[in-house]
Nanobody
Framework: QVQLVESGGGLVQAQGSLRLSCAAS????????MAWYRQVPGKRRELVAV???????KYGDSVKGRFTISRDNAENTVYLQMNDLKPEDTGVYYC?????????WGPGTQVTVSS
């Protein structure tokens, strides 16, 4: 079992920055990868960024060059640095961890970008 808790969301103006954190606990040594997703009402949850256990990363097309995913192994925390935020980045951001065929999710944190 893996438990995830996000923090760092809030209200920010366009072109501003936020850093989201995801604290992981439990059976973290079996995690294959960790990722950030976001969702807005009426739309599917979309992948924002993923970081594999080996360190490689992948980003959604809409955030490439603006967002960076990183991991602090000592603190068992994954971060999402979001720069040059746009109103279309607004949504609930969820932390995800994959262990084999099992997905774990945090409760989410709201990010609102005003124009």
């Amino acid at each position: 079992q893996v438990q995830l808790v996000e923090s760092g969301g809030g209200l920010v103006q366009a072109q501003g920055s936020l850093r989201l954190s995801c604290a992981a606990s439990g059976d973290i040594f079996s995690i294959d990868y960790m990722a950030w997703y976001r969702q807005v009402p009426g739309k599917r949850r979309e992948l924002v960024a993923v970081r594999m256990s080996g360190g490689s990363t992948k980003y959604g097309d809409s955030v490439k060059g603006r967002f960076t995913i990183s991991r602090d192994n000592a603190e068992n925390t994954v971060y999402l640095q979001m720069n040059d935020l746009k109103p279309e980045d607004t949504g609930v951001y969820y932390c995800n961890a994959r262990e084999g065929f099992q997905d774990y999710w945090g409760p989410g944190t709201q990010v609102t970008v005003s124009s």
